[in-house]
């Protein structure tokens, strides 16, 4: 069974935040399907659907929060972490994997100090495992912020983090 990692970067919403979202929840019930809409809403609001955000929507949609959750992790426009600022994906599609990009993945996490899938605590790098990007010839490529990065090698990695921290 596979495992859903929650985010350990601390949960910071405000108070207007959270004004906005049951303002919204609000004009959601009584009609067809509010469910989507109001996930769509909160993560609109938050940016990702920390657990504190899905029993906000439970809780005004009268719903369980084991639905709330169970609807945030099966589709895959919902994010249960923050994505940074500078958003990096490494392909791990087949062109990409043979030519090293595994190992691009692992020294990505070693220097920005975190897993797949999470967000730096200062929230300007969150770091995710792509699938084929269309960029086969330049493998392996990594991309931040839909900047592309071709033909790396696992020393290419630190000045590439650095343009960024600039």
Known sequence: MAQIKLTSVPFNGTPEQEAKLRAGLQSLKGTNGPLMPALQLAQEIYGYLPIEVQKIVAEEMGVSLEKIFG???????????PKGKYEVAVC???????????????????QLGIGGGECTPDRE??????????????????????????????KDVAGIIAKYKA
Do not use: H, M, W
Request: hydrophobic share 35%.
């Open 92 to 110: 791990l599609g087949t062109a990409c994997y043979v030519k090293g990009s595994g190992d691009i993945y692992d020294e990505l996490q070693r």
């Open 71 to 81: 609807i945030s992790t099966f589709y895959a426009q919902f994010t249960l972490s």
């Open 125 to 154: 790098f969150s770091l995710t495992a792509t699938r084929c990007i269309g960029c086969c010839g330049l493998a392996p490529v990594l991309t931040v912020n839909g900047d592309v990065y071709g033909k790396l090698v696992t």
